[in-house]
Every structure is written in C-alpha cells, then in structure tokens.
C-alpha cells in the first residue's frame, strides 16, 4: 500500500520534469549521419553512378521493394537500366544499405516523405540519385574490381599487376 | 424555491455535469502526458482545450454501427443507461446550501440504488454485442460491482451512523466541525477504492482491460454510442469525487473567504485529478487478485470498521 | 556394395565408385572444382580433401583427394576432420588469392560454384596482402563472354571443351600461376556445344552472353521445366523469365536424354519468345486492330467456320495437344500433316518400324553408352548435335563409329570407318551390311569395291559389339536410308546383343505429328484442287518453309477463309483472314513426342501481360466448343486433351502420364516456379499500380508462379531450377539425382511411347535401292543443315543470326570445273517451279551429281529435297 502511494507521489513529481516532447514542425530533432531514412543512390568520386545493378539490395529486402534492371554501357560498365523502390512498402531496415557492395545504396536521415497518394511514394532512379558520395567518399568500386570496364584498364587497379603476356615463357 | 429556480438548478446542473465530463477528456490526456513527461494534446485551441471539440465532433461523425449479430435494441440501449443512471445520481449531491436538486431524506440510499443500476449498462451492453471479450468484460463488470458495491454501501454506513440520517444535506451539516476523514478513515479508503471499482477505472478497468479483453463490453460500439460510454465514464468520476467531497471532506464547507460552491468544486476537483493520476502510476491487478482483495481484504475491514464505529457512537451517546 | 566408415558411421556404397561420388551420393557436403560427373576425376585442384585412416587404431590419419580414391570394403573416412577441413579452407583461401573482386558485376553470382565453395569451407576474410595476378580477355564470339581474371585453372572448360565435346580452339596457355584458357587468337568460338562452358565454368570465366543483355541474377528468375524446340532429341532445359520475357536457358539434366549438356542452338534459341515478330492480337482482315476483342473475334470465327467445311493443316513444329486438338475440331479424315508428302512418307516409315515393337529405340544416353554406332546417312553434327555428342561419347569409351553421310562432317574426325557419298549409296552400303550380317538378305546387285570393302570393315565390327547402335534419319529425305537403318538393325542377332536404333527427324514434334499418321499438305492441295468453299486452319506452320511461294500462293486462293495460329508474323499469317496468337513454349504448356518416342511436357513459364497470347490447343477447344455449342465456359486443360487423344489415338497410349496431372498435390503444397529468394514482388509493377495484384494461377499445371508453395525436391518431370542449401549453381543437381551422374530421384522424366516387344514380327525390307547415277546437266538437290540457322524458331535472330553461316550452294570440284565455276560464283539453281541464285562453295569430299544448298533458308522450300535440278552459271 505504500509503495502504491510512494508510486503515486513519484508519478506526481513528474508535473515538474523536463518534457521529452520535441515540437515537430517547428523543432527539429537532431539525426545522426547513420539515421536509417530515404534511400539514395550515390555517385563515385568521378561522377559515374556507384550502382552496378548487382541485385543484392533486392535479394536482402526483406519486403521485396526494390526491383531494379542490370543493364551495360559500351565500355562494359553495369548500371541499372531502371530502378524502382515502392516506399509504400519499405520498412527502412537498412539490409539494402548493408548488401550494397558499392556503398550505392544508402539511406540517409530524411523521413520528412509523406505524401496523399500511394502511387507517389514509388521512386524511381530518377529520384533516387543524388549527386554525392554520401557517407562513403573517396570509394570507387571499378578501381578495386577486376575487370575493365572503362574506369581502369586491367591491371591498374588497385593491388593488381599488369597482365599476363600469356606469350612469355619466363617463370 | 420557486418551480423556475429548480428547472434552472436542474439544466445548470445538466449544463456543467456534461460540459465538466466532456472537459475531463482534455483534463486526462493533457496530465497523463504531464506524468509522463510529454506535452499532450497542445494544438488545437489554446493549450489545446479544443481536442474537446475534436473529438467530440470525430464521435459524431464515425459511422453508427451496430453488429449484424447484436441485439439490437438492447444494444442501443446499454450506453443510455449508464449516463442516465450516473446523472440520476448527482440527483442528491448538494453542490451549495440549497444548490441541490432533490434533498432527498433517503439521498445516500438513493445514490447507492442508481449506482448499481449502472452495471445493468455494462451487462446488457457486453451480453448484446454478441461477442465473446464482450461478454467476459461483462460478466468481469457485474461480479466486480456486485462484490464492490456491497463494500461502499457498507463503508458508508459509518457516516450514516454518525450523521444519523441519509439526507446529504444533513451529512454535509454534520461536518461542520469536524470533516469525517477525520472520523472515518478507514470509511473514506473503502469508499474510495470501491469508487474506483465502481467506475472501473484504473487500477480496477478490469471490464474493459484493453490488453486482455481488447476493449470489453463496448468493443463493438463506435460513434457516438462508445461516446456515451465515455462520458458515462467521466461522468462516473465526477460522481465518486463529488461524493467523497461530500461524504468525508466536508462538502462545500469551507473557510468563509471562497464561496460554498468554488470550496465544493476545488476539493472535487482534486480528487478527479487523484483520480487520473491513479491511472497514470498504478497497473492492474489480475481479476482474480481483485476479487480476493474485495471480499477476504475490504469486507473484514469495512465490517470491523462498522463494528468499531458502531460501538463509539453508541459509547459517546451514552 | 562395399560398406565405407565416413566420421565413424558405416555407410553402404556403391562399387567402383570413387570417395568423392560416394560422399555426395549418400548427401555429404563435400567441396570439389574439377570433377564433374561427365568429365570425370583429375584431382588438380585439391579441394576435395578427406582424411582416410589406415584402421581402427590410427589416430593421425593421411589427406587423400576423394575423387582420386576408389572406395573400398571397410574403408575409414573422415570428412569432418579438423586438418582436412583446414586444408579445405586453405586450398580456396589460396585460389582466391587472385580471384578478383567481381561478384557484384559477375554474371556466375548467385549460380557461383567457386561462392558455394568459398562458403562451404569457411573462408571468408583475405589475408593475402599483394597483389592480383591479371590477365587480359578474348573476344569469343556472340554466345560467350570471356572475363579470365577469374579462373581458379580447374582446367575443366577444355576438358569439355576439347575432351568431351571435340572441340580444337579452345585451349590452355602458358604455365605456373600464369595459365590461360582460351583460344590461340581472339575469335568466335568453334565448337556448337560452347554454350555449356557457362555451366562446366564453376566460376564466371566463361558466363552467357545473351544472358548480359538482359542480366537477372539465378534467384529472380521465373523457371519452368521445358523441353527444347529446335530439333527432335526433345533435350531438358530450364527456361527463365523476368519482367516479362526469357532471359536465358539452361540445362535440365535428364539422364536419357541431353546428360548434363545443350548445343547452342537449344542454349541460345529463345530470341524468338521475345521477339518483335511475335503475334500480339488477333487479326481479322479488314477489320482495325482495336476493334477486334474477344466478342467480335469469336464471332467472326463461329461465323466462318459454322456450317463449313473445314481442313487442319497440323504442324511438327506444335504440340501433339495442338495438334490433336486440330484433328478433334475439324475431324480425322480433314486433318493433314503440314509436312510434304516425301517426309510424311518418310516418318511414316519410321512410326511403322520403331511402332512394331521389333527394335530397341536408343535413348541419347544409351547412344552414349554404346559400343558400336553406325550412322547411315544423316548429318547428325548438324541435324541433332546433342546426338553427335552422345556418339563421341561412345567412341571415346573405346566405341567404334562408322560415319555414313552426304558431305563431311565433324564427326569424321573420330571415325573408325566413313564414307561420303549419295544417299541412294549410302542405303546401298546398308543393305550390304545387312547382308553380311544376315545372309537371308539379299546381296546388293553391282555393289562397288569401295561399298563391299566398307560394308565389310563395318559388319565385323558390328558383329563384335554388344551393344551397337544403328542412327539414320529424315534430313536425306531419302526413305531407302530408313529401310537400311532397320535392315541392319534387325539382321544383328538380338540374342547376343542389345541392339539399337534411332532415326532423327527434322522438328521437335515431328513424331508426335507422325505417329498421328494423317495424310500429308500434297493430299490437302489434291483436295482443293476439286472441293471448294473450303475453310483452312493452320497450326503453327509457315507453308512457305515448306512449299514452293507459288504453291503455296495458289493453294491459299483455293479457300474462303483461311484461319492461322502462330507465334511469330511469317508468310503463311499473311494470308491469313483470321490469326490467333499462340503461345510459344515459354509461355504454354504442351507436350512433345522426341525422336526417340519419349513424350515430354514443357511447361510455362510465365504468363504474357498479352491476355491475347494462348496455346493452341486452348484456342482451338475455344473454338471446338463455341461450334458445337457443348461446353459452358469450361476451361481446357492439356491433361484433358491428352485423356481424349489416348481414347481417340490408342498409339499414344501412356503419354499423358509423362507429367502429374494438375491436381497433384505434395503435402497439398504446389510447386513453386520462383526460389524462395525471389525479389522485388512489391515493386516490379509499382509503377503501373502501387497496389500488388494477385498472383496469376495456373490450372494447367501443379505449379504456382510464385516463390510459395514445396520447397523441396519435386518430382523430376516437375523440376523449374536445381537448388540445395549451399548449393546455389548448377552443381545442385547432384541433390537431385539417385547418385551423381545417375537418373534423377523417381526416374528421369518422359514416357516412352514406344516399347520393344518380344515377339513382334519384323518387316523385312530387303530391296536396296538402284545405285546412283550422275546425270548430265541435273544435279540432285539435298539439304545442308546447320546449327545456326537451318531450324525455323531459333531463326536467324540475335546471337544465332551472327553465326548463322552465309547461304551457299555446295558443289563436289569436279561438277564445279564441269560448271566452270569457281568458290563464289553465283550461280542459278533452276527448281521445279522456282529459281534463287546463291554463290559456289566447292566443297572437297562432296560426292558428284549432288547439290548442296542451306537447309531452312528462305526461298528453298523443302519439297525441293531430293528433286533434280539445273544449275547454270
């Protein structure tokens, strides 16, 4: 019974704390760079899409939102010829961040997206990518890849030696 | 008093009751939120007393449903039922000298007789809904006003014995020198726990029991029917805060400085806020807990309480 | 069977099996690069590490390569073994030291034996901080895509390449940690079987390149079980849809028929499903597109056909529930083969023979496991690779071949004996072996030294084999060479040996049409000639493939209405007055009859957004029943047609058992045709409709075309993609089968319709042709089949287009110094009714009087085979 009243008086006392409201539309809360919002797709260093239309982000989504066309340029370089994430559905977990083998995929601390209509929340790649490295700069993954595909030629990426003269005989 | 005062005691009645209960609604969101360290419902109006309005006009607009597999009249009529018993209540409540409706030489009876017509609303309206949680919440809510009811009707009778009469004026009069908490502790804590229960409010919702039953015997009533049940309840709780203000804190007895009706409506006031605060620390006990507290904790208690009142009263007049 | 101890449980396994096979066999998980089941072991790349011990009392055990280990009775083996697992680990950590960081670019991801391995042992962070080896790729050709820096040197791709399938481009280069596969100069691969160095590759080196155009990972894939529609072997493939249309195909294994491998033609011939050509809606003439929908359609059609006479031209090319759905709505006796009447005469020849029950029908697997193959006459490289496949693999198990055929083949190369020659000649050589081995068979009057020597050299060899199997076909349209097939077959003796036979036919369902045994296009044409106001409906057949243009021009006029089905716009649905757009295999079910009688389902793989796009048989029982008013809106499915073809055709007995039924249930779940990590179903359609809609059902099979349903082994003729946990390539077929490289788990699908009986009468044919005699001036026209190019479906689209060779006409030298021409003139081929010019292509090793011209090319229509023509320069 007094542990009751001791509960009530407790519970009374706090008229007086300090409100943990934060009064959205006027104030605004502090996200951190990690904050799991909007997804993005973001761009090497040199401009060039980092997505490589790998299908992992599709394969990771746990509600299957993300559906996406691999398609190539000239040089052999993989972008994604569409790419379609319905928000309507996706629970920002983040899994499509982590399978992202490009750092391509990132979501980001923006949730201010409601909108009236359902349809309007199906982005395309159009509203996808943004003109930045996001978290990850200075990361090129065609620079670490093995094949060539117009970013470097074979064997001058990163920890690689130049080609084999198939043709040599030396050891 | 004229014909002419008593209608107009009647609709100011009326007028504040309904205006205070649907005020409460702002007035327990607002401080639930206060003890939990956020602001409430702050928007619309200032400080946001027109979530009043708000919600009122969402219960009116919701569509007025009744199940295909309700009892229809029935289940039309359960909502009505605890307003209007709650409301005959305030029947006897002496707000001021004079400021009373009837004064009633059997008042106290009077009240305890329309609080337990209340359970008839919570019976009638879980055994209409046609549906299981229903009809466990209602069945919860009858065994649970029965046992309580006993329990408030006896801790009363302490206060009678005292006073010597049912009337609620003379009981208020009977306070003047000494309020009866002073007298009747034991009274006043019985009372108003089986208050609480009366009104199933937290601690003591078992009823309705959002987590178990999902909402009791009004899970299947929306619009304007749940509002009744609403404010039924609220309703519910200015009763029992008005009756402990009458019954052990003096009524409007006061210092001369403020006049009997603001001492009435400030002490009643208080306890409505103990009540919401009651909601805002204390979880609820199981049903069963419940039950055993009743008849093996209170009915001692407020029997032995009789005894010993009985006998002082006996003792001092002699 | 030898009892082997594996981590101390004693298992019972098969003899002579080696240690690797009887692990996976009894389900272990052991990792392994360059055994394959077809190829067999070579253990060079260490990967498949155990730890065998000596007895019971030693602890410290050896390290052996499993594939290199026989099992033995009482053998200790430890597959758990920390040092063996160790090793393992080590082993890929060492090949990935170079392997480069490609996944997420690399077609093999998601189907990657090397991932499945790399997970399998564990190995998961690089510790090796230098540099990668690199090497430079080759160009390839259209259908292969060479990226070396991933190879782990398993050697396995020349193995096949060069071992298996007898292939010479394709070779290793270099040495030590330099080694390089691929070919001495950058160019289009040889070999017809390249496709396969996709699936043998447990890396991405050599991925799909049709598959690049349109790149879907393995998990998002739609699969159904189909059957190849390119030539008459009916292979087992694996068909995959995404966003509506095929993105590749891949093999099925199927243990009797196509093994482990596909030509190119069946890997990469489905360019035509997604084709621009393709029928979208049905047409009536003089009626706009738009205002043709379901009602004015059927009453358009009930319209012209109620009341009418009406005649089914049926096709090789549909199924025999299309076809037999024809034959049921416009009545047997107005049914025509859509084939010419020298190949009707043809196959019927063959139905007869392989019908009577007096000879064994080889199954590919059983050509492969032969011990003497004789071809007579058929250019099996061309007409049926997988065949020729098969039949390496008999002489390269010490088997000998004998290769009969018009003009040099590939298959030369590995012949004990050959002979190029006439077909007329080669049936000649035939009856002479017959006749060595039966001398109840008359002797071949005025044979030739050269055909006596030879008969002689393959008589003796035949004599010694068990199990001989004697090949001829349809694509000479000669039909003495069929006789010569059987005279042979049937004058071995049965009781010392398993004798088999197998005929090619042109077409995929070929022997489904024929074994219906209707009247051929020339009984149709005859009958025009005097019946009029006649109503035609053709079934998927361009009759211009198959009559001269203005045969078939003046045929067409005779009708009032003429009512086309078929999937791609060719000559013959421009003269329709009705089309229907029919359903390809890859989006229908049906069910073929291969050549060697084994009836096959295929089913679809998805539904086209086209609502217009239906089997043929769906639209002809639509039709069927709107005519005779007999059914209330009653959907048909195959199951049904095949039920009525059994009752309505008692040869095809047993075929609709070639597939469960509907209805088949397996803990009441169906068959899912998506893995169960399919993805983006919330957002594949987003941007037409947010909302998701339902999953499409299928009531003509017992799959679903969702990722729900048994997620287990599903019966083998209901298998839409090999899958195992931690087995995400191919190599999980192994799971599926009975024992590596054995017959999948319940059998291997088809029904065979034809069964050897004892006792069967044997038709003897005993008359061999007259010899054949060059004329002066006339030259006899046969077909020269390709690969690319020579089937209609696969066509002349895509990558099949750039390898189709350019059309020619094939001439023996000394005609051509007759003619006066020289490689590349253009000389004029004077036909029956029609004449085309084409360049000279002299080819040594043509025999004289013969003309060779492309098989399957416009404009050569195939009444012209076996015809006498001029030839003027």
């Known amino acids: 019974m007094l542990t009751h009243l001791r509960t009530m008086w407790l519970v009374f006392l706090h008229l007086f704390h300090k409100k943990a409201t934060i009064q959205y539309p006027e104030e605004k809360i502090r ?117 060539d595909a117009g970013v470097k030629a074979k064997g001058e990426g990163e920890k690689e030696d130049p080609p084999v003269d198939i043709h040599s005989l030396l050891p | 008093m004229t014909i002419m005062q008593h209608i107009w005691i009647v609709l100011g009645v009326l007028f504040v009751l309904l205006n205070v209960a649907a005020g409460l609604i702002w007035v327990e969101r607002r401080l639930l939120a206060l003890w939990q360290d956020r602001l409430g419902p702050n928007r619309a109006g200032p400080l946001g007393i027109l979530i009043v309005l708000a919600d009122t006009l969402k219960l009116f607009f919701k569509e007025d449903w009744i199940p295909p597999f309700a009892d229809k009249w029935v289940f039309i009529t359960a909502p009505a039922i605890v307003v209007g018993s709650v409301l005959m209540s305030f029947v006897i409540i002496p707000f001021a000298p004079s400021v009373v409706v009837a004064d009633l030489n059997v008042g106290l009876l009077f009240f305890l007789a329309m609080s337990s017509l209340g359970v008839y609303s919570i019976v009638l309206g879980g055994w209409a809904s046609n549906n299981k949680y229903a009809l466990l919440g209602a069945l919860r809510g009858a065994s649970q006003m029965i046992a309580y009811e006993v329990f408030m009707g006896l801790s009363l009778m302490g206060v009678v014995m005292l006073t010597g009469s049912f009337n609620m004026g003379a009981i208020v009069a009977a306070q003047k020198d000494r309020w009866f908490i002073v007298t009747q502790p034991l009274g006043f804590i019985i009372f108003f726990i089986a208050g609480i229960a009366e009104t199933h409010r937290l601690p003591f919702d078992i009823p309705e029991a959002e987590s178990e039953l999902i909402a009791g015997y009004h899970a299947e009533y929306s619009g304007m029917k749940f509002g009744m049940f609403f404010i039924g309840e609220y309703l519910g709780i200015t009763l029992i805060s008005a009756m402990t203000v009458t019954l052990f804190f003096g009524g409007w007895l006061g210092p001369a400085f403020l006049p009997p009706l603001v001492w009435f409506i400030v002490k009643t006031v208080a306890f409505i806020g103990l009540f919401i605060l009651l909601r805002a620390s204390l979880p609820r006990p199981r049903y069963d807990q419940l039950m055993e507290y009743g008849w093996k904790v209170l009915l001692p208690l407020v029997l032995a309480n009789l005894l010993i009142t009985g006998a002082i009263a006996l003792w001092i007049r002699k | 069977m030898p009892t082997i101890h594996i981590d101390k449980i004693p298992y019972a396994v098969k003899a002579g099996r080696n240690l690797l096979e009887a692990c996976l066999g009894l389900g272990f998980d052991l990792p392994y690069f360059c055994w394959h089941p077809a190829l067999g072991s070579v253990g060079a790349c260490r990967q498949c590490a155990v730890k065998v011990f000596k007895d019971g009392q030693d602890t410290r055990g050896k390290l052996v390569m499993s594939c290199m280990e026989i099992v033995k009775e009482g053998m200790l083996v430890s597959i758990a073994d920390e040092e063996a697992a160790a090793f393992r680990s080590q082993i890929i950590e060492w090949l990935m030291t170079n392997h480069p960081h490609d996944c997420p670019v690399c077609d093999e991801g998601g189907n990657c034996h090397l991932q499945d391995m790399t997970v399998m042992t564990g190995h998961n962070y690089r510790r090796f901080q230098y540099k990668k080896r690199t090497f430079l790729n080759q160009y390839l050709g259209p259908l292969i895509h060479h990226e070396m820096n991933r190879c782990i040197q398993c050697y396995r791709c020349v193995r096949f390449y060069r071992d298996y399938a007898g292939g010479n481009d394709l070779n290793v280069f270099s040495a030590h940690d330099h080694v390089y596969f691929g070919r001495e100069k950058e160019g289009v691969l040889q070999s017809p079987f390249s496709g396969n160095l996709a699936e043998i590759c447990p890396t991405g080196v050599f991925t799909d390149k049709t598959l690049k155009e349109h790149y879907t990972r393995k998990w998002d894939l739609t699969t159904a079980p189909s059957v190849c529609q390119h030539c008459s072997l009916g292979c087992n493939t694996t068909a995959g849809e995404r966003y509506g249309t095929i993105r590749n195909i891949t093999n099925r294994f199927n243990g009797e028929v196509n093994g482990y491998f596909l030509c190119d033609r069946g890997r990469y011939g489905y360019a035509f499903v997604n084709s621009v050509n393709r029928v979208v809606q049905p047409l009536l003439r003089h009626r706009a597109v738009e205002s043709v929908d379901d009602v004015t359609l059927m009453e358009a059609l009930t319209m012209r056909m109620a009341h009418q006479k009406l005649i089914g031209i049926g096709s090789p090319r549909a199924s025999v529930e299309s076809n037999f759905a024809l034959m049921q709505l416009v009545g047997k006796e107005n049914f025509y083969q859509g084939v010419t009447e020298e190949l009707a005469y043809l196959e019927k020849r063959i139905v007869d023979v392989l019908g009577s029950g007096a000879l064994h029908c080889s199954s590919l697997g059983e050509i492969a496991g032969s011990d003497a193959v004789l071809v007579v006459g058929e250019d099996v490289w061309n007409t049926a690779p997988v065949m020729a496949l098969a039949i390496r693999q008999a002489v390269m198990k010490k088997g000998f071949l004998a290769n009969t055929t018009v003009a040099p083949s590939p298959l030369d190369e590995i012949s004990a004996c050959t002979l190029h020659a006439a077909p007329d000649d080669i049936a000649r050589l035939g009856f002479a072996i017959a006749h060595l081995l039966d001398p109840s068979v008359p002797p071949v009057p005025t044979a030739s030294e050269e055909i006596q020597r030879t008969a002689t050299s393959i008589a003796e060899a035949l004599r010694t084999a068990r199990r001989p199997v004697i090949i001829s076909g349809a694509s000479c349209y000669n039909e003495a060479l069929i006789r010569a097939a059987y005279a042979i077959a049937t004058a071995l003796d049965p009781t010392e040996r398993k004798v088999g036979i197998a005929y090619v036919l ?312 007759q003619l006066g021409v020289v490689e590349g003139t253009i000389i004029r081929l004077r036909m029956d009714q029609e004449e085309v010019s084409l360049p000279v292509k002299i080819q040594e090793g043509l025999c004289n009087g013969v003309a060779l011209a492309p098989a399957g090319w416009p404009g050569m229509a195939a009444s012209n085979w076996g015809t006498w023509v001029n030839i003027s320069a």
Not at chain 3, 592 to 615: C, D, M, S, T
Request: aromatic share 10%.
């Open chain 3, 506 to 817: 042109p077409e995929c369902n070929s022997m489904g049409l024929a074994m219906m045994r209707a009247p051929s296009i020339d009984a149709a044409i005859e009958r025009t000639a005097f019946e009029h106001d006649l109503t035609v409906l053709v079934l998927e057949n361009d009759l211009y493939r198959i009559l001269p243009a203005k045969k078939a021009d003046d045929f067409f006029r005779r009708f009032k209405n003429i009512i086309v089905l078929d999937s791609l716009n060719n000559l013959t649905t421009e003269k329709a007055t009705v089309l229907l757009p029919a359903a390809t295999f890859a989006d229908g079910d049906g069910t073929l009859v291969n050549n060697e009688g084994r009836a096959q389902r295929f089913y679809q793989v998805f539904i086209p957004a086209n609502q217009h796009i239906k089997e043929s048989w769906w639209w002809l029982w639509k039709l069927h029943t709107a005519l005779t008013a007999a059914s209330n809106g009653h959907e048909c499915h195959p199951d049904e047609v095949l039920a009525r073809l059994e009752t309505a055709l008692p040869q095809f007995a047993g075929i609709s058992r070639a597939a469960p039924p509907p209805d088949f249930r397996i803990h009441g779940e169906m068959i899912p045709r998506e893995p169960h990590r399919y993805s983006g179903r919330t957002a594949m359609l987003a941007n037409l409709s947010v909302s998701e809609p339902k999953p499409r059902q299928d009531s003509d099979s017992p799959m679903t075309f969702t990722m729900e349903g048994y997620q287990r082994i599903p019966p083998s003729p209901l298998i839409p993609f090999f899958w195992a946990p931690g087995w995400n390539s191919v190599q999980s077929v192994n799971k599926y089968q009975q024992e590596p490289g054995g017959a999948l788990k319940g059998g291997d699908p088809g029904i065979r319709l034809f069964e050897q009986k004892a006792g069967a009468d044997r038709v003897l044919f005993t008359d061999p042709p007259d010899a054949f005699a060059v004329r002066d001036q006339k030259w006899m026209l046969l077909p020269q089949h390709h690969v690319f190019g020579s089937e209609e479906l696969s066509g002349t689209a895509g990558a099949i287009g750039e390898l189709t060779p350019a059309p020619v006409v094939a001439l023996s030298p000394r005609d051509a110094r």
């Open chain 1, 31 to 147: 996200l951190a760079p990690r904050w799991r919002g909007r997804i993005v797709l973001t761009k090497d260093p040199d401009g060039g899409e980092r997505c490589v239309g790998c299908y992992l982000c599709a394969a990771a989504c746990p509600v299957d939102c993300i559906a996406l066309q691999a398609t190539e340029d000239e040089k052999g370089r993989r972008y994604p010829e569409f790419f379609r994430i319905n928000f309507s559905r996706c629970i920002f977990c983040g899994y499509c961040e982590e399978a992202c083998p490009t750092y391509a995929i990132q979501l980001i601390p923006d949730f201010e997206m409601g909108e009236y209509a359902r349809e309007n929340l199906v982005f395309e790649k159009e509203d996808l990518l943004i003109d930045s490295e996001g978290k990850y700069p200075g990361y090129n993954y065609y620079k670490v890849a093995g094949l």
